[in-house]
């Protein structure tokens, strides 16, 4: 159990409908990550919110965005749905680097499974 | 920029033998290494992870990994595996403390047969 949970478990949407999935962290982890799992692949770094301003990004479009709220939950939207935008999208939350709960790991969470229809 | 590559997609082997995922990554920094496990429709479970100091790491469920930075390798083995060990196992790398951004490698799928 790593206190990283995501909503909704599953969601269908069309293509060209938008979407936002969220995610809460511990309490404390002020870093969070998105992720996208393609079926059969590895994870994709999408990008990163650190005390809610982006703090990296992968290569994923504009349509790809996020925010950060000061409560630790955090959200994925993601505009114009396109058909290959079906995956698992995964959240990790990790603590501040330099406190005492610092482990240099990330916890992920159980992740959203999106299909684009 | 930091790549990892698990050669093998697919690992079958019989419960209670030995089993070696392997995972080979590149990087012109210094790297942390993690394994995580991924059981069906499930989000990642961390195993272990090397970031610095001995370079055989142990896990939970038994498993453990070495750190061969000659061969920038960073396979995982376990010497007795059960059906419950069924799942999918990601090497990742990361390449500086604290900005956790992760690269994943393919996936390995381990099979464990009766």
């Known amino acids: 159990e790593t206190g990283v949970t995501q909503s909704p478990t599953h969601l269908i949407k069309t293509r060209g409908q938008q979407v936002t999935l969220r995610c809460s962290s511990q309490s404390g982890h002020n870093t969070v990550s998105w992720y996208q799992q393609a079926l059969g692949q590895g994870p994709q770094f999408i990008f990163q919110y650190y005390r809610e301003e982006e703090n990296g990004r992968g290569n994923f479009p504009p349509r790809f965005s996020g925010l950060q709220f000061p409560n630790y939950s955090s959200e994925l939207n993601v505009n114009a749905l396109e058909l290959d935008d079906s995956a698992l999208y995964l959240c990790?939350?990790?603590?501040?680097?330099?406190?005492?709960?610092?482990?240099?790991?990330?916890?992920f969470g159980p992740g959203t499974r999106l299909t684009v229809l | 920029a930091q790549s990892v590559t698990q050669l093998d997609s697919q690992v079958p082997v019989f419960e209670e033998a030995p089993v070696e995922l392997r995972c080979n990554y590149s990087?012109?920094?210094?790297?942390?290494l993690f394994w995580y496990v991924q059981y069906p429709n499930q989000g990642l479970q961390l195993l272990l992870k090397y970031l610095s100091g001995s370079t055989l790491v142990k896990g939970i469920n038994g498993f453990e990994a070495e750190f061969n930075k000659s061969q920038t390798s960073f396979h995982l083995r376990k010497p007795s595996v059960h059906i419950s060990d069924t799942a999918e196992y990601f090497c990742a790398v990361s390449a500086d403390s604290g900005t956790y951004k992760y690269i994943f490698g393919t996936g390995t799928r381990l099979k464990v047969l009766a």
């Open positions: 990790a939350s990790s603590p501040e680097p330099g406190t005492s709960s610092y482990t240099d790991t990330q916890y």
């Open positions: 990087s012109s920094v210094s790297v942390y």
